[in-house]
């Protein structure tokens, strides 16, 4: 699409977003953040349909494009010029005749440069505002002036809660929980530190007869606490995202075990620490879908307690993290050779996680390096041992997904 085109489509869409929201007034959940922001949205959203008729944003519907077009209706894929003519006509006809409308809308908000937040608070701005992680070095700080200032543009999204709304925020990200001074609504607060008003204990990653089933933790609010089960992943990430999503429940007057019976139908996303059938009996965490430092740590270390098998990872480069790629890269190669028994590694970036693991003692004869995904795909099926657990995570433009379908292919 040519950027004048684009610029045109931009502004037709914020405005009839705009005028959707005014009309229909529903409530608006916002979630934000460097790392979980899609498991965290799926979260809530599984919540909140329980008790309310909401929407989600479909996938990555996350920018200037895409929240507008979750408000405007259940668009799911993007099309060409007879799509968004399509969905010109449609969302006119909504505000002309009234229609159903969702009572929540439960949005992701994307800030991969300056200036997205505010962008999106001027289309919907949310009643209760979510930050889910940020980190030391968040991913696109790249295109920021430092860590600083990726938290000064997500805490946009705390500082437009209203007086009476409610802010949820990570209790054990320090850069996320100092927001918690700034705001005008109240503070929920959740994660695995003694203190979190929603907090996380007894987790533990579940296994049976050697392969890897799911995890299970409690739900701590209140003095009340409520086991979970969440299949089919592995690793703490989706207990935030649960966590995230209780500290929302509890805004709108349900309690713990209501909200845990809603959760017991909270599917993971796909590439999302994802538990996988490989070829040879081996199982794949497919975490595949993007990387950060420190959602990259969090992927490592799920890992790296395990007994069970063989442990490879196959890790490749993150990406839009700037001048902190090289000491960011050699950190996960330290922690990996702590970890994995074989490191591959994909990408120009991740030879310095070779590099650091290197360092930090695992030998040569354990390591392999390739430039791209092609370059690993021909011989992966070859590399891959009898039980193995293999771990595959990278940002999205290096394509370890193909990686991962690849050692599928023949299960």
């Not at 529903?26 to 329980?50: C, L, N, Q, Y």
């Not at 600083?148 to 999204?157: Q, R, Y």
């Not at 533990?204 to 979970?228: C, D, H, Q, T, Y």
Request: glycine share 10%.
């Amino acid at each position: 699409m040519e950027e004048r085109s684009r610029k045109i489509l931009k502004l037709v869409l914020k405005k009839l977003a705009q005028w959707t929201i005014g009309k229909y007034r529903p409530g608006v959940i916002g979630v934000t953040g460097s790392v979980g922001k899609t498991s965290t949205k799926e979260a809530i959203f599984t919540v909140m349909r329980s008790i309310r008729v909401a929407r989600v944003n479909a996938g990555n519907f996350n920018n200037e494009i895409g929240v507008p077009l979750t408000i405007l209706g259940d668009w799911t894929k993007v099309g060409g010029k007879l799509f968004w003519l399509k969905v010109v006509v449609a969302s006119v006809w909504r505000l002309i005749i009234p229609h159903k409308y969702p009572e929540i809308l439960v949005l992701e908000y994307a800030a991969d440069r300056p200036g997205d937040i505010k962008y999106l608070l001027e289309i919907a701005c949310p009643q209760i505002s979510i930050v889910t992680a940020i980190g030391d070095i968040p991913v696109h700080v790249e295109f920021y002036s430092g860590p600083d200032a990726v938290a000064k543009e997500k805490a946009k999204l705390i500082d437009a809660a209203p007086t009476n709304g409610f802010i949820v925020l990570n209790f054990d990200d320090e850069s996320v929980l100092n927001m918690r001074d700034r705001a005008r609504a109240r503070a929920i607060t959740f994660g695995f530190g003694e203190g979190a008003e929603v907090r996380i204990t007894n987790f533990e990653n579940r296994f049976s007869n050697g392969r890897p089933e799911g995890i299970a933790f409690k739900i701590e609010s209140g003095g009340n606490f409520v086991p979970l089960r969440i299949d089919g992943c592995l690793g703490k990430s989706q207990a935030y995202a649960a966590a995230a999503a209780a500290c929302v429940g509890i805004a709108f007057g349900m309690n713990l075990v209501r909200i845990v019976e809603a959760l017991h139908y909270y599917q993971p996303p796909s590439h999302r620490m994802k538990i996988v059938s490989g070829i040879k009996g081996s199982h794949v965490i497919d975490d595949a879908y993007n990387a950060s430092p420190m959602s990259m740590h969090s992927a490592v270390e799920a890992l790296r307690d395990v007994k069970r098998g063989r442990k490879v990872g196959i890790l490749g480069d993150m990406l839009e993290i700037g001048k902190y790629s090289m000491q960011a890269h050699e950190a996960i190669g330290r922690l990996s050779a702590k970890t994995f028994k074989i490191l591959i590694t994909v990408g120009p970036g991740s030879k310095f996680i070779a590099q650091g693991a290197n360092k930090a003692g695992m030998a040569k004869k354990d390591i392999f390096s390739f430039d791209t995904v092609e370059d690993v795909l021909p011989v992966i099926v070859k590399m891959i041992k009898k039980k193995d657990l293999i771990l595959v995570k990278a940002s999205r433009g290096i394509g370890l997904d193909r990686v991962v379908e690849k050692i599928r292919q023949s299960v």
